[in-house]
Structures are given as structure tokens and as C-alpha cells.
């Protein structure tokens, strides 16, 4: 078998693969994220090394048989960073992060520079900008999950809904269930960070509120 030949093309490939990786994690490491600077560095110079590797070994007739399989072997390390905290789930751009890195790192990978040079660009753009955007639209609309066990059955649940409304939001998830300790209500409610803050007072005050959580 014929050794696979390395040259300074293949290298530089390698090597921006890497840079593109190191951008997007110095953002996830700015923001303690659980995939952070090293690894999406190698995510990305994995993504290029094996889309090299297919192409060389691979051969013409096939170049994507070995390629592909990132796309799979990705998806192990992003269902790794996607974790449940209480009523959210966390971790969904890291995840998405990861993915879109493997994504670059191929494209570099196949010597399509604009294209991945590009694709990080915007990355970090959307990185870096969007989440002041996202902090304005906290300011206008939250939305949180409400786990809240009341006595007093059903008809007591439904004042305590009604609240929801009365102190400006609107629930877009509604669920019910039977328990030991009394009548369990699940609401998803969207509204001004205000109106949560007055309802979550409301259940505070409520005797017929036996504990709560959102």
C-alpha cells in the first residue's frame, strides 16, 4: 500500500479548518459552554482531516463513502452537550455549534475556502451580535414554564389560569395531572418580564398553591 501523500495545500487546509474552529470556540469558551475553545478546534481539523482522507482513499469513483460518516459520528458529540435543567433544555446552540463546525471543517476539508471562510463569518456574526438582539426581545417577551401543584381541584386551577391572563400573559401550553399531594398544572405562558414577575408574587401568595416551580 502507497503511503497518502501530504502536501502544503493539505496542511494549510488543515490548518485554517483549525483557525475557523478556534474562532467559534473562543465564543463558546467566552460563555462557558460545555464545547468550548479546544474542542471545536478539533472538530473542525477532524471535519477537514477525514474529508481529506475520503477523497485520497476514497478515490475518484467515491469520494463522500468515508465523508459521510461525520455527519453521524457528529451527532453523538451534539446529543452530548443538549442537557435538561428543571423545565428548559440547555445546551441546543452548542450543539448546533458543533454540528455547523463539522460543516466547515469539511468544506475546508474539500479546498472550498470562500465557502467555509463564509460560513464561519456568519457564524460569528451570529454568535457575537444576535444575542443583543435576543436581550431586546426578553425586554418585550419571555416565555417560561410553570410547574405548580394546587388543592382545591380543578376549579381552583382554572382561577389560578385565569390569573395568567389577568396579569397580562397568555399560556400556549396547557397540562393537568392527578396527584397525592393535589392537582399538578403545567402552563407555558408568554408575556412581559414584568407579568412574570407579578404573577410569580400571585403564586407566592396564594394559599391554594402548595409549591410551584418555573
Known sequence: MNPIDMTLADILRIGVAMLAGGLIGLEREYRDKSAGFRTLIFIGAGAAAITMLSRKIGGPDDPARITANIVTGIGFLGAGAILRDGLRVAGLTTAATIWLTAAIGMAFGAGEYIFGASL???????????????????????????????????????????????????????????????????????????????????????????????
Open 120 to 214: 464561519t463569518l456568519l457564524s460569528l456574526v451570529v454568535l457575537w451580535v444576535f444575542p443583543a438582539f435576543e436581550r431586546i426581545v426578553d425586554k418585550i417577551r419571555e416565555e417560561h414554564a410553570y410547574d405548580v401543584i394546587v388543592t382545591g381541584g380543578r376549579e381552583r386551577a382554572a382561577e389560578i389560569e385565569a390569573a395568567l391572563a389577568k396579569h397580562g400573559m397568555k399560556a400556549i401550553v396547557r397540562q393537568y395531572f392527578k396527584t397525592e399531594n393535589g392537582l399538578r398544572c403545567r402552563w407555558v405562558a408568554y408575556g412581559k418580564p414584568l407579568a412574570h414577575e407579578r404573577f410569580v408574587q400571585y403564586l407566592l401568595d396564594e394559599p391554594s398553591v402548595r409549591e410551584f416551580r418555573y
